[in-house]
Structure formats: C-alpha cells, structure tokens
C-alpha cells in the first residue's frame, strides 16, 4: 500500500478512504504486538476520534458528511486490514448511529449527533448469556413515577465498552410486574454515559481472537436514564429498512479485511520460504504448486472484495429509494457478501502458512492471529442462516426475516 496523500481529518465523504489507509498503515505496526500481549488500543482508538471518521454517517442537516455505505465498508476493510479488533470497536457505533437515524427525536439527534461530532464514541451493551434464547433480553427498562426509567441487567461480549464516551444498552421495556421478558417483549436503546452510577464494565473478554476490542462485560444497578436517553428499538423491525443489511455489511468488511491482510501478509511470508527441493527452483515464489494455490487465494479474496463493494451498494440505493422489494435486495446482497468474506478471511488465514512454510508457524512470528481474529469473528452470527435466506430469496421470492442480523 503506497503512502496516502496527507489529510489530517474527515470533512467529506471524498476525505475517508484516505484518511482510513493513513491510519491503517500506523494501526498495523504494532498489531501483533497488541494481539500478542493483549494490549488494548488506547492511542489507536484515540486517533479514530480525532480523525473524524467516527462520524462519518452523521446525516448532513446535523453538520455530518453522510458518507454512502460503499465508503464506509471500505473504511471498514482498511481498518481491519491492519487490526480486525481495532475494526470491530467503532462497528457498534455505526449501527447505533442508525437507529437513532431511523427512531431518534429531532433532540435526540441533535445531542447524540453532535458527541459524536465532537469525538464521541457510542459502544454496545446489547448480548447476553443463556439459558434464555438469543433474541430475549433478560435486562429490564422500567419507567418510574417521575419519568425517567431504571436499567437493571448484565451484558457480555460489549465490545468496546471500555473505550466508550457512552454505552448503549439493549433492554426489554417492563411494567414493573414480575413477569419475565419474552421474544415478543418491546425493545428500547438505553443511551447512558460511561461514568453513570450504577454502570459498571469489568474487563474480562478472554476470546482466543479479537483480543483486544475490549470486549468487557456490563453490570446495570439500577442506573437511572431520564426520558430522553431512551430510543425505542422494536419499531425498527416493523417496517422496511436497511438497518440490518448496514449492520451486517459491516461485519463483512472486517471479514474481507482480515482476508486481504492475511493475504499480503502471506506473499510477504513467501519471499521468506525455502522452495521444496522437488521443484528445483530458486525460490518459493516460482514454485508451480505455490503459484496454483496463491492464485486460487487471489480469486476468493479478490471476489469477497468485489461482492462487499457490490452490496454496499444495494444499501445505498436502498436507502435511496426504501421498499420492501429493495430493502429485500439489500439484505440479501449483504448476506452473499458476508458468506463469501467469511470463506475468503478463513481460507486466507489458513493459506498463509503453506506460503510461508515450517518457520511461518513460529510462535515468535504471532501469525496465528490472523486465524484466530477470522474464526472468532465469523462465528458473530451464522452464515449457515444467510445460506437459507439467500436460497430461498433465489428459489421462491421469500424476502428475508427483518432483524439485525440479515
């Protein structure tokens, strides 16, 4: 990657890419470092806040760029490139950032749109452990007789949480009786700031990948949340939008990211490697077996690379133009794009070693890391289930289910 011209902060749409290789070129030399000692990325994380790239989908008529989603899961991919943890902390941010497009107040935007403006970032407190299933939320909202409302709960896996400006917390509405939350019970966005009485994050995020997206768990004591911190989250799903396909596309940025370092990474890797004696050549470059298997890795990453731009823009022009039959499509491009930047992030991870050969498995050397970030972040949310949705999209029209996931 050749050096970006010199552009300090984002003022336009036209400013990220450019900005976002700048800094994924200072995120990856010491990368392994931090994965190797799981040392979190507080000076990194600092300079997404001053870049300006955190508020890259503030709309326009609230001082932000807007910048189309092509852009952004092309910020994404470089971020990840360098550092997927890196690229999964801002990935909530965004997503958050939509639902407060989609159901935030003109208020509401007016003061969250602007702490992101000035740097802010918004980080998740949305999964919970079992025994309940994945889509009910055990943690409870409950209006008081003064308003305001109070959050009670545990989350894990809220990645970034310990870097956060404000935690974003997922609950089920109650009505103060002792009734258990269901699937059917509604959801809103508790917005609250990251030193609430009440709220506290405890860094215990042991993941063999994606070590350090400070991934923590969040204890919720009855922390109070006056009236307008709170954006209803349900109504999303009611109606078509393309805050899932936005979501995910994201994801699969990080994953195509993960694939195209994990593939440089490997060619680098190959310049180092004895060739096998039997090919009787003079490097590991020229060996005909190496060749065949660095061309068919070229092909898959090159496709997922191809297929994440394609889907982003299924989500712009479904942005542009909102019906189901749009909405639809986009969803549906994103899922071919997350299967197949799942498949190439795998693939390109494992690959690396037969380019690099025995000295390439060092421990010294830390490459593992790219294997161990692409297995633990395809595993956020099955491609299996996507395969479903896009045959069934193919073979009979069925549009896919309206969730965060698809």
Known sequence: MSAPAEVDEVTSAGDAVTVAERLSMRFAAEASTRD???????????????????????????????????VIAEVFRL???????????????????????????????????????????LANAQSERGPHPIDVDATTLTKTDAGAHVLRGRKFYSTGALFADWVIVRASL????????????????AFVPRDAPGLQIVDDWDGMGQRTTASGTVTLDDVR?????????SPIFTKPTVYGSRAQLMHAAIDVGIATGALA?????????????????????EDSTLVQVTGELVVAVRGARALLAEAASHVDAARADLTAD???????????????????????????????????ASMSGNLSRYWRDARTHTL????????????????SGTMPPRHGQI
């Open 36 to 70: 190797a000692e799981r040392e979190l990325p507080h000076a990194q994380v600092l300079a997404l806040k001053e870049s300006g790239l955190l508020a890259l989908s503030v709309p326009a008529e609230y001082g932000g760029v807007d910048a189309p989603a092509v």
């Open 79 to 121: 971020l990840a490139h360098a550092d997927p943890s890196l690229a999964q902390i801002p990935h909530s941010h965004f997503t958050f950032l939509e639902a407060l497009r989609l159901q935030g107040t003109s208020a509401q935007k007016s003061f969250f749109y602007g702490v992101v403006s000035a740097g802010g970032l």
């Open 174 to 189: 109650a009505d103060g009786s002792d009734d258990a939350p269901t699937s059917a019970t509604p959801k809103a966005l």
């Open 225 to 233: 949340v006056p009236a307008d911190h709170v954006v209803a989250f």
């Open 265 to 285: 990474e490997g060619i680098r890797q190959s310049g180092k490697a004895r060739p096998h004696f039997e090919a009787g050549v003079d490097s590991a470059a």
């Open 326 to 360: 749009t909405a639809a499509s986009a969803s549906v491009a994103v899922a071919v794009a997350k299967v197949a930047a799942a498949r190439a992030s795998l693939e390109a991870s494992s690959v690396l070693f037969e380019l690099g050969g025995t000295r390439s």
């Open 380 to 395: 956020h949310d099955p491609t299996r289930w996507k395969l479903q949705h896009i045959g069934r999209y193919a073979l």
